[in-house]
């Protein structure tokens, strides 16, 4: 009976764990307040990266605070994509309860009352195939994470895909 009960105990263990590597990194929830809320990979247009008359700027990631009563300064957190390329928020910006902020690409002046972060970097940061979106905590730990495909996510290949409403 002993057997039995250990054969069924490691048999549902190894069956919990498969369970838990199947399950996709975009499909886990985080107890975060700040999600990314969408992005805007493949900016319209012919992709050109010159910092002067390019349209770097026309790429962004929206981060929104889904918090219904809890204030977010988003220095300090950071987003990454799959390569690893890294942006970090090194200024205080407050994003209150259900408000956003847009983090385009190219050069600009951060502006809260418009509620948008500049790169700094004329690079394009998105691929526009297939790409990983990672949010961080100052902590380091994960606040959210979501993968795109051009043709999977984005059905009507705007370049637009959105994770949460």
């Known amino acids: 009976m002993r057997i039995r009960t250990a054969a ?4 549902a263990a190894a069956g919990a764990l498969a369970a838990l590597t199947v399950v996709p990194a975009q499909a886990a929830e985080y ?15 012919s ?9 770097t700027h026309l790429e962004y990631l929206t981060v929104t605070n889904y918090s219904s009563s809890k204030t977010v300064n988003l220095k300090g957190y950071v987003v990454k994509d799959a390569a690893g ?3 970090a ?7 209150q309860p259900g408000d956003h902020v847009k983090l385009r690409g190219g050069n ?3 502006s809260d009352k ?16 297939r ?16 993968a795109y495909t051009a043709g999977g996510s984005d059905p009507d290949r705007n370049g637009y895909v959105s994770f949460h409403q």
């Open 114 to 129: 418009y509620n948008v972060v500049y790169r700094d970097n004329c690079n394009f940061m998105w691929n526009n195939d």
């Open 85 to 87: 390329n890294r942006f």
């Open 131 to 146: 790409d990983t979106v990672h949010l961080y905590k100052p902590t380091g730990a994960r606040a959210d994470v979501h």
């Open 108 to 110: 600009g002046s951060d």
């Open 89 to 95: 928020f090194t200024a205080s910006h407050y994003l």
């Open 31 to 45: 107890t975060s307040a700040l999600k990314v809320r969408g992005i805007q990979y493949d900016a319209p247009g």
């Open 47 to 55: 992709d050109s990266n010159r910092c002067s008359g390019g349209n």
């Open 8 to 11: 069924v105990a490691t048999t």
